[in-house]
């Protein structure tokens, strides 16, 4: 499985920006979801996560209601789209994935995830 991301960039705050990662699979529809993020001198953490049919999702409380995960399963694709974006959002933002038997479970530990992508960085200044 090769995860490509993409849609990084230099924002202000305030503003909005959209990422997209791309599964080379063709079983895209059986692999959860996610998204991760490393600011400068810190460990990854979670963001968000969407389950195998896109039915359910998960978010951490940094970004609930300002970010939005979703799924293309035609495009192989999966999104995250982020709005009022704050400084301290700044980081790489890492896609994942990982096959699932269970369609809406949602998976928000990192050890979950099999599959990673490159990582696209995001800056929000202020």
């Known amino acids: 499985v090769q995860l490509q991301a993409c849609g990084g960039g230099t924002v202000q705050a305030g503003g909005s920006l959209r990422l997209s990662c791309v599964n080379s699979?063709?079983?895209?529809?059986?692999?959860?979801m996610g998204w991760f993020r490393q600011a400068p001198g810190k460990e990854r953490e979670f963001v968000a996560a969407?389950?195998?049919?896109?039915?359910?999702?998960s978010y951490a409380d940094s970004v609930q209601g300002r970010f939005a995960i979703s799924r293309d399963n035609a495009k192989n694709t999966q999104y995250l789209q982020m709005n009022q974006l704050k400084p301290e959002d700044t980081a790489v933002y890492y896609c994942?994935?990982?096959?699932?038997?269970?369609?809406?479970?949602?998976?928000?530990?990192?050890?979950?995830?099999?599959?990673w992508g490159q990582g696209t960085l995001v800056t929000v200044s202020s």
């Open positions: 969407v389950s195998r049919d896109g039915g359910r999702t």
């Open positions: 699979e063709r079983t895209f529809s059986m692999h959860a």
């Open positions: 994942a994935a990982r096959q699932s038997t269970m369609p809406a479970f949602v998976y928000r530990q990192e050890r979950a995830y099999a599959y």
